[in-house]
């Protein structure tokens, strides 16, 4: 670690440039048990959890049978995942993911956004910084192994072991690749999502520290689409992943 | 921290960049170009066009992404770096 501590310095050392420090690998620990935890990432999550779910209420505590107002748009948002959802996993069977989805949707969209947009600089910690929860590997490492554990579910609750059976289908020669594909879609789900997210926060702080004004508001937008798609991209994955595991291939075609 | 890892480290973590930078360089600009040919052919599946072709690019960058990943790794978190 001792090349990276430099590179804060370096970073840190600029008197006009306060806002620019980068502090990739340096964590705010809490020791729970036998066990060092990132707290910033705790503190950041349960911020964005916070918003969800107090969001969640607000527009549904008077619920209207005309909708206006957040409610209209809370509906909007859950048509929206509900359409995701059943064009990835199909009509019959999307029902029952939309839950699942809709959260993994919904968390890391505000998690990225508000790693973009709270001001979390205000708050000093002892070490390490507040920033979006995604931006920590663990967290994205996490979601990934949500979705793998869906989906072995899904196709293990729909066709038994018979899921297994699957790994063979068009030829038995699939069957290694089926295997290791099992644990490359974790790894560029939660890869994907990191990399994505770090690199956006990384572009802004290295501009900030380049050109502290303006010049860099371009490119945070950018960072504000790309963490969007991020967000979309993984919700729609984990959804083709569960539609894939649920898929019927002995019976008639279909699209 | 051992200056030829230093070194080897730094060089390492350009090239993962670099070198990651280069297939979906090409890949996107081939995306990028059927879309726009598409949307010249028929330009009433603009949105629809627009949307694959979103979501195609951010597959692509996903590819640089893992570089990048790699040369983030080999700097802020080397592990050979005792």
């Given at each position: 670690?001792?090349?990276?501590?430099?590179?804060?310095?370096?970073?840190?050392?600029?008197?006009?440039?306060?806002?620019?420090?980068?502090?990739?690998?340096?964590?705010?620990?809490?020791?729970?048990?036998?066990?060092?935890?990132?707290?910033?990432?705790?503190?950041?999550?349960?911020?964005?959890?916070?918003?969800?779910?107090?969001?969640?209420?607000?527009?549904?505590?008077?619920?209207?049978?005309?909708?206006?107002?957040?409610?209209?748009?809370?509906?909007?948002?859950?048509?929206?995942?509900?359409?995701?959802?059943?064009?990835?996993?199909?009509?019959?069977?999307?029902?029952?993911?939309?839950?699942?989805?809709?959260?993994?949707?919904?968390?890391?969209?505000?998690?990225?956004?508000?790693?973009?947009?709270?001001?979390?600089?205000?708050?000093?910690?002892?070490?390490?910084?507040?920033?979006?929860?995604?931006n920590?590997i663990?967290?994205t490492?996490?979601?990934?192994?949500?979705?793998?554990?869906?989906?072995?579910?899904?196709?293990?609750?729909?066709?038994?072991?018979?899921?297994?059976?699957?790994?063979?289908?068009?030829?038995?020669?699939?069957?290694?690749?089926?295997?290791?594909?099992?644990?490359?879609?974790?790894?560029?789900?939660s890869f994907r999502l990191f990399g994505n997210i770090l690199a956006d926060?990384?572009?802004?702080?290295?501009?900030?520290?380049?050109?502290?004004?303006?010049?860099?508001?371009?490119?945070?937008?950018?960072?504000?689409?790309?963490?969007?798609?991020q967000?979309?991209?993984?919700?729609?994955?984990?959804?083709?992943?569960?539609?894939?595991?649920?898929?019927?291939?002995?019976?008639?075609?279909?699209? | 921290?051992?200056?030829?890892?230093?070194?080897?480290?730094?060089?390492?973590?350009?090239?993962?960049?670099?070198?990651?930078?280069?297939?979906?360089?090409?890949?996107?600009?081939?995306?990028?170009?059927?879309?726009?040919?598409?949307?010249?052919?028929?330009?009433?599946?603009?949105?629809?066009?627009?949307?694959?072709?979103?979501?195609?690019?951010?597959?692509?960058e996903a590819?640089t992404i893992y570089g990048l990943v790699v040369a983030l790794?080999?700097?802020?978190?080397?592990?050979?770096?005792?």
């Amino acid at each position: 670690m001792q090349n990276s501590v430099a590179m804060f310095d370096l970073f840190s050392s600029i008197p006009f440039a306060p806002l620019a420090e980068l502090e990739v690998g340096q964590h705010f620990y809490w020791h729970i048990g036998n066990f060092k935890v990132h707290g910033q990432v705790f503190l950041a999550s349960w911020v964005v959890l916070g918003l969800l779910i107090v969001t969640c209420i607000l527009a549904t505590r008077n619920i209207q049978r005309v909708p206006s107002g957040l409610q209209n748009f809370m509906e909007y948002a859950l048509e929206f995942i509900r359409d995701l959802t059943k064009t990835q996993v199909g009509e019959k069977e999307y029902r029952a993911w939309v839950p699942l989805i809709g959260t993994l949707f919904l968390f890391i969209f505000m998690s990225n956004w508000g790693g973009a947009l709270i001001p979390w600089k205000l708050v000093e910690l002892p070490s390490g910084e507040l920033a979006a929860p995604t931006n920590d590997i663990n967290t994205t490492v996490a979601l990934a192994l949500i979705t793998s554990v869906a989906y072995f579910y899904a196709g293990l609750s729909r066709k038994g072991l018979g899921y297994f059976a699957d790994y063979a289908q068009p030829t038995p020669i699939m069957v290694p690749f089926k295997i290791i594909e099992d644990f490359t879609k974790p790894l560029s789900l939660s890869f994907r999502l990191f990399g994505n997210i770090l690199a956006d926060e990384l572009v802004v702080a290295v501009l900030v520290f380049l050109v502290p004004l303006f010049v860099p508001i371009p490119l945070m937008i950018l960072g504000l689409f790309t963490s969007a798609i991020q967000a979309l991209i993984f919700a729609t994955l984990a959804a083709s992943y569960i539609g894939e595991a649920m898929e019927d291939h002995h019976g008639e075609h279909h699209d | 921290m051992d200056p030829t890892i230093a070194a080897a480290s730094v060089l390492a973590a350009a090239l993962a960049v670099g070198l990651g930078a280069i297939g979906p360089g090409i890949g996107q600009g081939n995306a990028a170009g059927q879309a726009v040919e598409g949307i010249a052919r028929q330009p009433e599946a603009e949105g629809k066009i627009r949307g694959t072709l979103l979501l195609s690019l951010a597959f692509m960058e996903a590819l640089t992404i893992y570089g990048l990943v790699v040369a983030l790794v080999l700097l802020f978190a080397n592990p050979f770096a005792s």
